[in-house]
């Protein structure tokens, strides 16, 4: 933040669309700043481009506007995917397919006549193409993709497979692990991602697109500011309406109106400061990959006094914990009290901001991955929806299972002491009963470890507006956590990054006398009043 703000003071940067010397400067950077991140995933710029878009999921709709505009567009996509590859389905005028598993793509990559009997991709016509998404890494419990379907894919001289261009959603990878494009030829065709991922700042992504494969994206219709070389408006005729988009690359053609010049700025010093704390991402795979494996070790041990696992973690058979082919550093579970009921994923997030540890609950915008994990038919799925199930509510459990998981990702900065914080607070929920857990706060933790909340906001669901009351709540936590200030030092502050970079920071202590009551229950209600009026009806 420092080096991008001396960019800032120090130079004057302008829209690099004109030939002010502002707009120049701009223009060098930009340019310098793209040819810094192909190399920094290794991808030659003879055989790939670089397109800056807003995120991973503006990536990823740039190329399905390029797809659906073809007279006839298929599209497959792996169960695990992110809500943004799914979405794409909707648009596929050919259709699509869910590849339920690694082996039903395997079986589709092979000869197998058994590939056939689901609905898969035949080119009759050269306007006839296929697109062929999955994620590199889960998004939900860190699973590791094969990273060799689309050479495969590129080389199969299997006519369904004609015409089938390939995405790989690298985003969830790409924070921890080495993207390596330096094999052109079995490279995907197009790769989506966020640089905050990797360096928490700027908020801004890519599309890197193999110059084989970016002509498909010419057949787009719409043009943005800066992509066009000429533009006739249809004044008379409609049929006068014209327009000539340019063609010297891929990032000229498709960088929609202004670069976001600053961010790309921004982005150079990121990368700097990242090189110079951590060399390279080989060293931060190594890294999280140690970690992860003692963390997974120390979830797995934790049980409660009559034997009950506290967790229930969501691992793949076929993924390792410390091996960086297979599994990345994050780890999704559930916990359950000593009778084997399931703690609510709310209440757990509720606990953890409370303590100052970052992590996420719910859907995790994986509806594949949490079907498969919960054993959530689509039936249920949908009586789950008809229940009140919504993405980001409080409604924890239905029908004896639960609605979401529980995330943990590790990233660059953690380390070993954030392991042991995190497993310390985990074990305060050891032989604990699930009616006993709520909001924890100050001097609350008995002697015995059990949890008691001054107020159960449970108590007042009615009250506040069903579809907010997980905003609410946490956003309880948070002002119950901020009334504590004064007393925090009788309970621990756990920082844990849930994005790379990202961690909880203790806040300074008030003077104030020791035991002294910071809040009544008078002012809690007063908390309680103000979040009704933000969050109710």
């Not at 063609?247 to 202004?258: I, L």
């Not at 790309?264 to 400061?273: H, M, Y």
């Not at 009559?306 to 599994?327: E, F, M, R, V, W």
């Not at 936590?477 to 200030?485: F, G, I, L, P, V």
Request: proline share 4%; net charge neutral.
């Amino acid at each position: 933040m420092e080096s991008f703000a001396e960019d800032m003071n120090t130079s004057l940067f302008g829209n690099p669309h004109s030939q002010s010397p502002s707009s120049m400067r701009s223009t060098v950077r930009i340019n310098r700043v793209r040819a810094r991140m192909l190399e920094f995933f290794k991808a030659d710029a003879e055989f790939f481009d670089l397109i800056f878009v807003a995120n991973a999921t503006a990536a990823i709709k740039m190329v399905m506007d390029g797809m659906r505009d073809h007279d006839s567009f298929w599209y497959g996509y792996h169960a695990e995917s992110h809500t943004s590859l799914v979405g794409v389905r909707e648009v596929a005028s050919k259709g699509s397919r869910c590849f339920t598993s690694d082996s039903d793509v395997e079986t589709w990559l092979s000869n197998d006549a058994a590939s056939l009997i689901r609905p898969s991709f035949q080119s009759k016509t050269t306007e006839d193409i296929g697109l062929f998404a999955y994620p590199a890494q889960s998004n939900m419990n860190g699973r590791r993709l094969p990273l060799s379907w689309p050479g495969r894919l590129r080389a199969s001289n299997l006519k369904r497979h004609h015409q089938v261009y390939s995405l790989l959603d690298a985003a969830a990878f790409v924070s921890t692990a080495q993207l390596d494009l330096s094999d052109w030829e079995n490279a995907p065709d197009f790769t989506a991602l966020s640089f905050y991922k990797i360096f928490g700042f700027p908020d801004l992504g890519a599309l890197l697109v193999r110059k084989d494969a970016g002509q498909i994206l010419n057949k787009r219709r719409y043009f943005g500011g800066g992509t066009v070389d000429m533009v006739i408006n249809a004044i008379d005729e409609p049929k006068e309406a014209w327009f000539a988009r340019k063609n010297t690359s891929a990032h000229e053609a498709f960088e929609d109106g202004t670069p976001a010049f600053h961010s790309i700025i921004a982005l150079d010093s990121a990368v700097e400061i990242h090189q110079r704390l951590y060399t390279s991402m080989d060293h931060v795979s190594r890294h999280t990959n140690h970690l992860i494996q003692t963390l997974y070790q120390r979830f797995s041990a934790l049980s409660h006094r009559n034997g009950a696992p506290l967790c229930t973690i969501y691992h793949d058979a076929n993924s390792k914990y410390g091996d960086g082919k297979t599994q990345g550093p994050t780890i999704a579970f559930n916990i359950r009290d000593r009778h084997g009921r399931w703690i609510g994923k709310s209440q757990f997030e509720e606990s953890a901001i409370a303590n100052g540890i970052q992590l996420r609950t719910g859907g995790v915008c994986n509806p594949g991955g949490i079907a498969q994990s919960l054993n959530f038919t689509p039936q249920e799925m949908r009586h789950n929806f008809d229940e009140g199930l919504r993405c980001g509510n409080e409604l924890d459990e239905l029908n004896g299972k639960p609605t979401g998981i529980i995330r943990v990702s590790l990233g660059a900065m953690s380390n070993v002491k954030d392991i042991n914080t995190l497993i310390d607070f985990m074990s305060r929920f050891i032989d604990l009963e699930r009616q006993d857990i709520g909001v924890p706060t100050v001097g609350n933790w008995d002697s015995k470890g059990a949890v008691h909340t001054a107020v159960s906001l449970s108590e007042r669901k009615a009250s506040i507006h069903p579809r907010a009351t997980r905003t609410a709540r946490t956003a309880f936590a948070s002002m119950w956590k901020e009334q504590n200030r004064s007393n925090m030092g009788l309970i621990p502050q756990f920082p844990l990054y849930d994005v790379a970079g990202s961690h909880g920071v203790k806040p300074a202590p008030l003077e104030c006398q020791p035991h002294e009551p910071v809040s009544s229950r008078g002012s809690i209600e007063k908390l309680l009043d103000r979040l009704r009026r933000a969050f109710c009806n």
